[in-house]
């Protein structure tokens, strides 16, 4: 009952994000994705710090490096789906961006299968396979590669995969996933103010705000989507996804 109020919760966030990033659209998408690197980790810290948990991330710097290589590879994915997302606000292509939504449980159920040995009975393929038949006659009906969708749909699948595979908590490791990816965020936001290009410090108010927001709905959002995929076989998820694209049309 708790997994599925956390992964609605999750999916709800997600289905709005588009009316967030319309309010940036005027700001480079990179820009836009660096500022959410950094805001949602000064947040998960700051959550970390009231939680008294800032010791679990030493210990994985430390002591796990399989973990921190997972970490790694999940922030990697992770910072290709926000991109792509971003980039597709801002480009007038939220509804190819929502069209990953029908896409993405599909993946998980297909990663499932694959890397975790999950079974579906007769009824569930049956139901996979008619939300294929859906979706190809979407992407045909397309006239185009829907590229925006089908990469949206495999880097949050294999992300969710890999997070699954680290079994730690969602806030922990949102946090070193950002910690990594820091670096590369800060640096490029150093770069543009250098050049006197920076939204933040250079720009109005009105987008400043956005850009702290959606950083800590990002925090929110991922945290309450992780604790799902722990507990969740990926075939359990399989309707969240499209509710968020409802919210989207």
């Given at each position: ?100 939504y029908f896409i993405n449980p599909l993946v998980n159920v297909l990663l499932g299968v694959i890397f975790l040995g999950e079974r579906l009975r007769l009824v569930q393929w049956t139901a996979v396979a008619i939300a294929l ?117």
């Open positions: 009952m708790l997994g599925g109020i956390q992964a609605a919760m999750a999916f709800l966030i997600w289905g709005t994000f588009p009316l967030m990033f319309k309010q940036v659209e005027n700001i480079a998408a990179v820009e836009v994705l660096a500022h959410r690197i950094i805001w949602a980790l000064v947040f998960v810290m700051l959550l970390l710090t009231a939680q008294g948990r800032l010791s679990t991330i030493k210990a994985i710097f430390s002591d796990n490096r399989q973990t921190l290589y997972l970490l790694l590879l999940s922030a990697l994915f992770v910072s290709v789906n926000w991109l792509v997302f971003i980039w597709a606000v801002a480009h007038e292509k939220v509804i190819e961006a929502s069209l990953g038949a859906g979706v190809l006659v979407l992407i045909f009906s397309h006239g185009l590669v829907p590229w925006v969708a089908l990469t949206l749909a495999l880097t949050f699948g294999l992300y969710g995969l890999i997070r699954k595979q680290t079994q730690i908590g969602p806030v922990t490791g949102l946090a070193i996933e950002t910690l990594l990816l820091f670096p590369v965020a800060a640096g490029y936001i150093l770069f543009l103010l250098a050049y006197g290009d920076e939204s933040f410090v250079t720009g109005e108010s009105g987008p400043r705000v956005w850009l702290v927001f959606v950083g800590i709905m990002t925090t929110y959002r991922l945290c309450c989507l992780q604790p799902v995929h722990a507990r969740s076989g990926y075939q359990h998820l399989e309707s969240l996804p499209i509710s968020a694209r409802q919210y989207n049309f």
